[in-house]
C-alpha cells in the first residue's frame, strides 16, 4: 500500500521559513517522480513542484521560483520542500503526491 506522510508545516511570518518533508512507504521511491501541490482556504488544488526519478529535472510554478525548493533522499526515501521568504498567500494545506496518492497534507499558514 503506498502510504505518503508529510510533515513540518506550521505558523510563520512573513518572510520566515519551512521545510516540509514527506516520508514515502509501499513502493520503490527512487522509481517515481514525486510532486508537491498546495490548497489554499476556498481555491482549488495547485500544482507547486515536481523533481524527476534522478533529481536531474526539476520544475516550479512561478509564484514559488526563487523562494522554494524541492529534493529528494532516496536512501530515506523522502520528499522536501524548502520553503523560504514565505508570503501570506502561500498559506495552504500541502500534500505530496506520487501519480495520483496524495498525503494527508501538513497545512503552512503565513500572517504579517
Known amino acids: 500500500e503506498v502510504r505518503l506522510v508529510e510533515s513540518g508545516g506550521g505558523s510563520v511570518y512573513s518572510g520566515g521559513s519551512l521545510r516540509l518533508s514527506c516520508a514515502a512507504s509501499?513502493?520503490?521511491?527512487?522509481?517515481?517522480?514525486l510532486s508537491w501541490l498546495r490548497q489554499a482556504p476556498g481555491k482549488g488544488v495547485e500544482w507547486v513542484s515536481t523533481i524527476s526519478r534522478d533529481g536531474g529535472i526539476i520544475q516550479y510554478t512561478d509564484s514559488v521560483k526563487g523562494r522554494f525548493t524541492i529534493s529528494r533522499d532516496d536512501a530515506k526515501s523522502t520528499v522536501y520542500l524548502q520553503l523560504n521568504d514565505l508570503k501570506i498567500e502561500d498559506t495552504a494545506m500541502y500534500y505530496c503526491?506520487?501519480?495520483?496518492?496524495r498525503g494527508q497534507g501538513t497545512q503552512v499558514t503565513v500572517s504579517s
Open positions: 503526491e506520487k501519480e495520483t496518492v
Open positions: 509501499g513502493f520503490t521511491f527512487s522509481d517515481y517522480p
